[in-house]
Nanobody
Framework: QVQLVESGGGLVQAGGSLRLSCAAS??????SGWFRQVPGKAREFVAA????????YYADSVKGRFTISRDNAKNTMYLQMNGLKPEDTAVYYC?????????????????WGQGTQVTVSS
């Protein structure tokens, strides 16, 4: 089992920055990702990282603005979000899987955090 706890959400003005953290406990995942969801819409992929190779993958909507990283010693994953836009407003969830491959679909992940709200004002 993997337990995930997100932190770092909040309210920021457009153009600002936030850094989300996701601390894992229990088994160590091999791949982790970030998803986001707004009311009435499906949860969408944001970014993912392989914990061994460091390989990353981003949704087109965040490429060049968001950076995913991990600190294996702390078993923590991060999402640095720069140049935030109002359309980035959502609840952000971290997710983890024990398999190696990076995937961009919700059903590819076995473990989820509780979510953290990010609100970007215009």
């Amino acid at each position: 089992q993997v337990q995930l706890v997100e932190s770092g959400g909040g309210l920021v003005q457009a153009g600002g920055s936030l850094r989300l953290s996701c601390a894992a406990s229990g088994r160590t995942p091999n791949t982790s990702g970030w998803f986001r969801q707004v009311p009435g819409k499906a949860r969408e992929f944001v970014a993912a990282i392989n914990h061994i190779s460091g390989g990353t993958y981003y949704a087109d909507s965040v490429k060049g603005r968001f950076t995913i990283s991990r600190d294996n010693a702390k078993n923590t994953m991060y999402l640095q979000m720069n140049g935030l836009k109002p359309e980035d407003t959502a609840v952000y969830y971290c997710a983890a899987r024990l398999k190696w491959e990076i995937v961009a679909v919700t059903y590819g992940y076995d473990y989820w955090g509780q979510g953290t709200q990010v609100t970007v004002s215009s």
